[in-house]
């Protein structure tokens, strides 16, 4: 909530204690989960999120024979399940971390067929972070929204944990309030950056990168740079300051890439997708899917920290 009291935001105790219902709100990762997902269809893809995320770390080094992945705030696992589904005989382990029990009983029936090589642990991930070992890579995808933010700040008198990040990492504050900052995400990549493995984070962002070749999709977008309030079904998650999680991560000597999630994805035709955005009018299902898709992928953006 937008206020100008200082306040922490916080969802830990929804994840631990309600049965989380990714259903209720729109992930990129849901709706390309399926070679049988009608958004996928109407895209014109043929790979599911999870084997197009694979075949991206692959073509970037970062995905190898007998490589361990983590991956954090793992959903339905229908991004390991399609990474796995594609890239399995590259993959040596992979340890899923969840807050949700909900969650991480259906992460095990998605690994079923790949149970010997994975684990699953219920943890907070800021927590489990520093004990773990012997990880590759780390995947933290449409996740890092959800983890602790400092709401309603005023610039001159910041909060002790908020003022410290800042003053860290150097990290840019408008002159005026209210404003948010993502402490948990910053946290999240602290703890990351202090391991040697690389990490793909993705999430939407509150300063997207809008692909050149749609630049209509830039009309009418909420961004301002600074996180802003997305409400969800009996909790909200907060859009992500991207440029922030750079500043952490170069801090640390770290190389950092990063780029729309929908170029990522990719799109097989963007004139189409100009009609479709533009009209803002469907006579069609397909049209209705793609318009949906392409309103909340917009602003979504991946980093990779090597």
């Known amino acids: 909530m937008d206020t100008s009291v200082p306040d922490l935001h916080d969802t830990r105790r929804y994840h631990l204690h309600h049965p989380v219902d990714l259903m209720t ?78 969650l991480i009983d259906i992460q ?47 610039p001159k008198r910041l909060p002790a944990d908020a003022e410290a990040v800042v003053a860290r990492f150097g990290l840019a504050v408008p002159r005026e309030g209210p404003f948010h900052v ?23 962002s509150s300063d997207p990168i809008i692909p050149r070749e749609m630049p209509f999709l830039a009309k009418g977008l909420e961004a301002t740079g600074w996180p802003r309030e997305i409400r969800l079904t009996a909790h909200s998650e907060y859009t992500i300051r991207f440029s922030h999680l750079e500043q952490v991560a170069r801090a640390f000597g770290r190389k950092v890439e990063t780029g729309s999630l929908l170029e990522w994805v990719g799109y097989a035709n963007a004139e189409k ?27 979504y953006r991946w980093m990779i920290i090597r």
């Open 25 to 102: 709100e729109f992930t990129v990762c849901e709706s390309l989960g399926s070679p049988r997902s009608p958004t996928l269809r109407a895209l014109g893809l043929a790979r599911t999120y999870g084997a197009r995320l694979g075949d991206r770390l692959r073509d970037r080094g970062l995905l190898w024979k007998g490589c361990r992945i983590c991956e954090i705030g793992g959903g339905y696992g229908s991004l390991m399940r399609g990474l796995l589904e594609a890239h399995g005989d590259l993959v040596r382990r992979v340890l899923m971390v969840d807050l949700s029990r909900f």
């Open 108 to 154: 095990r029936k998605a690994m079923e067929p790949w149970k010997e090589r994975v684990s699953v642990i219920l943890a907070d991930a800021l927590e489990v972070l520093p004990a773990l070992s012997g990880i590759d890579l780390f995947i933290i995808n449409e996740m890092i929204g959800d983890l602790p933010v400092r709401t309603g700040l005023d």
């Open 182 to 204: 993502n402490i948990g995400a910053i946290r999240l990549v602290e703890a990351i950056c202090r391991k040697s493995a690389p990490a793909f984070l993705s999430e939407h």
């Open 273 to 299: 997708a100009r009609f479709v955005f533009n009209a803002r009018a469907c006579s069609t299902d397909e049209q209705a899917l793609i318009l949906e898709f392409l309103d909340h992928i917009r602003e």
